[in-house]
């Protein structure tokens, strides 16, 4: 009898091991670039997650992990699935990024690594495969929009700041589908490369070893300096316990998109810290309350209700 309540004990501990592996099961696994297209084109992984009744909205997800690594769950898969739940199809983008060995090693000292502008190169290649790709997924071609964490959330920034150039023309890629996002996420995000404020670790994942202390190369990615007369409307959110990225990163960026007269909303909780995505125990009751309004605002922006 005892073996027989272990055996089942043991079933039920695997069925809800099981459910949390596969709770995020992507709906197709997709390929940006050909072998040899880009340098360390294999390491570029994007996942799709289709909702059953999509509502016409696409949203390219970026994790964080200062530019050397991805927070693949919380920060990237669990989003994808809490999007494809709300209609929403959802894009997950492991971006190239510098890889944990090289806070370690520093090898970018010598060899180019991956380093600016590879990891903005892939985002422009997720917006164009999405835009090519709008009818078989049933999406509007007009509200394509990113959202990022951390690190992530200065990739889908960078995206919107910099949507007139075409980073994709430097691997060779011509693409008549527009680079600028419809909307734009930012959360948690890292803004600055400049002091002091800057989340030095992003900024070395970013620009590289031998190029941290290049300031034209700081400020051409401090985001804060390059807000467009265009630039897409933004949903900000941070919390000022902030422990990793400095909460007046967020600051920084409410104000020059003020300054521009950029539509955006800012939520700034007190508590929640840094890290908690879409997560229903991380962070704090008050930072969660971020997705319910997220999901307001997006469906005021196409008068939809999600």
Not at 13 to 41: H, K, M, N
């Amino acid at each position: 009898m005892e073996r027989f309540r272990l055996k089942i004990l043991l079933f039920f501990a695997l069925a809800a091991f099981s459910q949390g592996i596969f709770a995020q099961v992507p709906s197709d696994t997709l390929s940006l670039w050909a072998e040899g297209q880009v340098r360390f084109a294999k390491q570029v992984k994007f996942y799709a997650f289709r909702p059953e009744k999509p509502n016409g909205i696409g949203i390219i997800v970026c994790p964080g992990g200062s530019y050397y690594w991805h927070d693949k769950m919380e920060e990237g898969m669990k989003v994808g699935e809490w999007l494809r739940s709300k209609g929403i199809t959802a894009f997950v983008l492991f971006y190239r990024a510098a890889g944990k060995a090289e806070i370690a090693f520093h090898s970018r000292l010598v060899f180019q690594g991956k380093r600016h502008p590879d990891m903005i190169t892939d985002a422009q290649r997720a917006l164009q495969y999405v835009r090519e790709h709008t009818q078989e997924y049933g999406l509007d071609p007009d509200r394509i929009g990113m959202m990022g964490f951390s690190a992530g959330g200065h990739l889908v920034m960078s995206a919107a700041c910099f949507s007139t150039t075409d980073f994709l023309r430097l691997s060779g890629v011509g693409t008549t589908a527009s680079l600028r996002p419809s909307f734009v996420v930012p959360v948690y995000p890292v803004v600055t490369m400049n002091p002091p404020y800057v989340h030095k670790r992003s900024r070395c994942g970013l620009l590289g070893d031998s190029r941290t202390g290049n300031q034209t190369l700081r400020d051409s990615l401090s985001l804060e300096r390059h807000i467009p007369d265009d630039c897409p409307p933004v949903f900000l959110v941070n919390c000022k316990d902030d422990p990793i990225v400095p909460y007046q990163n967020s600051e920084l960026l409410d104000a020059a998109l003020s300054e521009k007269g950029i539509p955006h909303r800012y939520l700034q909780y007190e508590k929640g810290k840094h890290g908690f995505g879409v997560s229903e125990e991380l962070g704090s009751p008050e930072c969660r309350e971020w997705r319910n309004e997220f999901l307001r605002w997006i469906g005021a922006l196409y008068s939809l209700s999600l």
